[in-house]
């Protein structure tokens, strides 16, 4: 609907418009759900295989989502999250794991790193320690090879060859 309400104190026309988008009343707002996982707490905290320097390197409250075909195994009966880590670690094809508290303590090892992360309540995921190290160990190295790199390519100062000698012959 719209309707001219006269000079709008210019060269034109002041205009009033009342727009209708979409049939019937405004939906009400949906109910507000808790989408966070509440913080777990460790079972434990010491200096484990898969903990370094009493330093925590689980997440918890986190569910690791790895590519189908990837490999997976589970394993019921763990204690926590420390021995599902160290599951992971005696397997040499595992590069992460999701450990899930309950009656069956139950240890989801992978064959791939996480594509994704979704937030779930009683579990917990981490990365064998060896594969953290060994990236270390690996980040060191390109990092060396980079600075060896950067002194080869620069030129290198050499002190200029004396000039050939000319002859004449006179005669």
Known sequence: HVMDLGGGGSDH?????????????????????QVFAPHVKPTHHNDGLCSKEKEDRFEYG??????KGS???HFEGMY????CCRKCRSMPRCKSFTYRR?????CWVFGNLPFHKQFEDGAVSGLPLREEEKEELYSE????????RE???????????????????AG
């Open 13 to 33: 026309n002041a205009l009033k418009a009342t727009l209708r988008v979409g049939a019937g009343p405004a939906p009400k707002p949906p109910k507000v759900v």
């Open 62 to 67: 986190v569910g690791y989502k790895v590519a």
């Open 71 to 73: 490999g997976r195994l």
């Open 80 to 83: 926590d999250e420390e021995e």
């Open 102 to 106: 309950g009656f069956a303590g139950v």
């Open 141 to 148: 190295q390109v990092e060396e090879s980079a600075e060896v």
């Open 151 to 169: 002194e080869e390519s620069k030129p290198k100062a050499f002190a200029p060859s004396p000039a050939p000698k000319k002859e004449y012959n």
